[in-house]
């Protein structure tokens, strides 16, 4: 469902744009915080402009059937009923946890590598985080309203980055005391 406001949001934000296009603007911003691959992309801007959320022209300058879209009005109204509801609390499915969760299972030298490179992933998050702070930061200061609630969004996952790489120090520290048995001297 949030997929579908995902979109209407961009071509709200951005205008006018082709599926392609709206894939291209979805990895430079909403990717962060929302998946999507092109063909959910494509079944999606189906369904919304069957509900005449969206509007579809050919692409004059495109020989291969592209399509153009536009939000309609409709698609704005339903856009801002659906971001003027109470907040979803999110459901937790971390395939990472779960495996922690059995990891009784792995040798503590593949489990400690296991830490150590979860935690470099989100530091390497945590850089590109810091790139688009640096990008909303100028967009902000030229005018760009939507860049201030968008980085409302980027301070929940910068702070959720540092948690978890001083989770994963913690992890590792648990860790090593529980393999060496000094569990009870810490």
Known sequence: MSLQYAILGLLDS????????IKQRFTESVNNIWEA?????????DRLESNELVNSI???????????????????????????QDLIL?????????QIFFARHTPPE?????????????????THYEQIESMLTELIECGWEDG??????LLLGKKYV??????????????????TGDEDNG
């Open 37 to 45: 691959d092109l063909s959910q992309i494509y079944r999606t801007l």
């Open 58 to 84: 050919p692409d004059p300058s495109s020989s291969r059937g592209r399509k153009i879209y536009t939000i309609t009005e409709q698609g704005i109204a339903d856009l801002r009923e659906w971001v003027q």
């Open 148 to 153: 201030f609630y968008q980085h409302l969004t």
């Open 14 to 21: 951005f205008g006018t744009m082709s599926g392609y296009d």
């Open 162 to 179: 540092q948690m978890t790489i001083e989770w994963c120090d913690e992890v590792l520290e648990q860790f090593e005391k529980h393999i």
């Open 110 to 126: 593949r489990f400690r590598q296991q830490i150590l490179d979860y935690r470099q992933k989100f530091t390497e998050i945590g």
């Open 90 to 98: 999110e459901t937790v499915r971390n395939p990472a946890l779960l």
